[in-house]
């Protein structure tokens, strides 16, 4: 029998599904990466999943884990015909809030705003928030180490990780679901699972850390006259605001007017333009605190300081999601005003001015008249350095390698990283095989081998397949 005889008797009609029926799960988000699979497997039960492992593994055909299939980097999709794609879309169980514990235990395929909404009313919050939340689920969130608003706060993806189950290449199943955040029995093996992108093993449940849900918010726009008074903006609510501090997610003047040219239903609440905006957000658990006192006396400082040059808070909670929805269609204004280049880099907050001011001459010397839309989170200093084409141009004008390879080589040059928070997948392996330094790939290919030694879980991702190095 071959295997997608073997997957189908395993998996039955709606666990194994071939041909026209794989559609849906084919193609990665941006549509650049997913060649055609065997099939798609979508077991039902950690059971399940080991038994299409050990059967992949001994057909010597790859596998490649799939969530809500959101990743930006093209790691969840097929990288050559034949592969199976494992789906973990049937494995979405959400269990009881373990309140005492600050704990909730989940299927990684459990989507990430079901997760929110089960614990609507609980007092408790999973503090990972993200414009792919309704899509994003909890598997690819660890596989790609998620990020988003809050993780200079709580944390990106692993670290609100206490336990994990994983099903190895070889369908071996690990299960080190403790609900305890103090765990030195060793090697930390579940943080080797964060980020790994499905080259590693395959999540199949997951106890995740919740944290209390604020009671009150506070949330500003505020124009910054530059990106120095970003930073000395941010040093401000550090200091004088820390507990409270829920969202610094800044985006430039260029960002804003695509956004509201291509983006239907955003406004803009500020009376005078500037270079850069910053979205602040306090929040906090308790009803005693003065919060909005907080904030307007930050605001005062600030404006003193001439760190910010206009501002509005919101009056209402429709006033909130609309300041955030300004910040979270960034991607979507851009993406509307025709090609662009993305490029998600990491440098400390406090280079981010000499950062952007190197980025911006190297643009403009490799291609001139290029956009630059730079937009991210200020309190981990990760900026999605987006491009788009001189207006009135095409395109990059073939410069999109050497753009993309310089930008990155500044961040790292920065004492940052060329993959922050989407993850290097397919998209980012010729960068890696530039930047990433000799000793870390040898360290990384001793991990692979030690659990994967058939290489047969994602290849080609995180690291080139051996014989192509
Ligand atoms: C509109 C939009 C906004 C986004 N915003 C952010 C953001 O703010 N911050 C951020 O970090 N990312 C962001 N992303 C990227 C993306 O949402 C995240 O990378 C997310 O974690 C992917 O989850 P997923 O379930 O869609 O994973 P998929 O795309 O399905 O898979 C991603 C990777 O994880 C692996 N994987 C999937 N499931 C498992 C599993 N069960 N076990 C092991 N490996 C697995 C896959 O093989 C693949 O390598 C955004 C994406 C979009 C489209």
């Known amino acids: ?16 599904l071939t041909g026209a029926d794989t559609e849906p799960y084919r193609r990665d988000w941006l549509n650049r990466y997913g060649e055609e699979p065997l099939g798609v497997a979508r077991p039902a039960t950690t059971a399940e999943v080991s038994a299409v492992m050990a059967a992949c593994h001994a057909a010597g055909v790859p596998v490649v884990p799939q969530g809500g299939n959101t990743g930006l980097c093209g790691s969840g999709v097929a990288g050559a015909e034949g592969w199976v794609i494992l789906s973990l879309s049937r494995m979405a169980a959400i269990g ?18 079901q997760v929110h909404a089960t614990l609507t009313g609980s007092g408790l919050d999973l503090p990972m928030h993200l414009g792919a939340e309704g899509s994003a689920r909890i598997g690819g969130l660890i596989g790609t180490n998620a990020g988003g608003s809050q993780a200079f706060r709580h944390g990106m993806m692993g670290d609100l990780v206490l336990g994990l189950e994983v099903v190895l290449a070889d369908g071996t199943i690990w299960d080190s679901r403790r ?32 944290t209390a849900t604020p009671r009150a918010r506070q949330t500003a726009l505020l124009a910054v006259p530059s990106a120095e008074a970003l930073v ?19 985006f430039c003047e260029l960002g804003l007017d695509l956004t509201l040219r291509h983006v239907a239903g955003v406004s803009f609440p500020l009376e005078s333009r500037a270079p850069f905006y910053l979205l602040v957000e306090l929040a906090t658990t308790s009803a005693f605190v003065p919060l909005e006192a907080i904030m307007e006396g930050l605001l005062e400082r600030a404006m003193e300081e001439g760190l910010v040059s206009d501002g509005a808070l919101a009056a209402s909670e429709a006033q909130r999601l609309a300041f955030w929805r300004l910040r979270e269609e960034q991607p979507e204004g851009q993406r509307l005003e025709g090609p662009q280049l993305k490029h998600d880099l990491s440098v400390p907050v406090g280079r981010i001015p000499d950062f952007l001011r190197q980025g911006a001459d190297l643009c403009e010397a490799l291609c001139p008249g290029v956009r630059i839309n730079p937009f991210g989170h ?42 922050a928070e989407h993850g290097l997948g397919r998209s980012k392996i010729a960068l890696a095989d530039h930047l990433r330094a000799p000793q870390e790939r040898a360290l990384m290919r001793a991990v692979k081998q030690a659990l994967d030694p058939k290489a047969s879980l994602n290849p080609g991702v995180i690291l080139r397949p051996k014989q192509k190095e």
């Open 96 to 113: 009881a809030v373990d309140r005492d514990s600050a704990s909730i235990e989940v299927e990684a395929g459990a989507v990430l705003a």
């Open 1 to 16: 029998m071959g295997l997608s005889d073997e997957l189908a008797a395993l998996l039955g009609p709606s666990g194994w």
């Open 232 to 250: 000395a903006l941010g040093v401000l609510l550090r200091a004088e605001a820390q507990e409270f501090l829920a969202g610094m997610e800044f």
């Open 378 to 419: 200020l309190g981990d200093g990760n900026i999605h350095y987006n491009l788009s084409p001189a207006t009135g141009a095409a395109d990059f004008r073939g410069m999109e390698v050497e753009l993309g390879l310089s930008l990155a080589r500044l961040a790292q040059e920065a004492g940052g990283s060329f993959a």
């Open 179 to 210: 609900a305890v955040l103090k765990d030195n029995a060793g090697y930390q093996l579940k943080r080797l699972f964060a980020g790994s992108e499905g080259t590693l093993g395959v999540v199949t449940r997951a106890v995740l850390r919740l």
